[in-house]
């Protein structure tokens, strides 16, 4: 069954034709009424860690980006040649 909250299929239960494992997790390619294919992350599905119901609010990603950016300023400094 289709769980991420914002994917078109939520609610769906869709077959599994078969998994696919890659470098960013597991993934199935499930069957859509008979006609189309479907890939989805484990985590989209019942078999993965459910979905949370709520988006990440602007201020809470603005402030993870300045962490990044400080974090990725810090680390461009250590790496500097003849300093």
Do not use: N, Y
């Not at 479907?38 to 949370?52: F, I, K, Y």
């Not at 300045?66 to 400094?77: L, N, P, Q, R, Y």
Request: net charge neutral; proline share 5%.
């Amino acid at each position: 069954m289709v769980t991420h909250p914002f994917h078109p299929l939520c609610g769906r239960e869709l077959p599994v034709l078969f998994e696919r494992r890659t470098r960013q997790g597991l993934w199935f390619v499930c069957e859509v009424d008979g006609k189309q294919r479907a890939t989805l992350r484990q985590e989209w599905t019942d078999r993965g860690v459910p979905a949370a119901d709520q988006r990440l609010a602007a201020e809470g990603l603005t402030a993870l980006r300045a962490v990044i950016d400080a974090m990725t300023a810090h680390c461009s400094s250590d790496h500097r040649v003849g300093e």
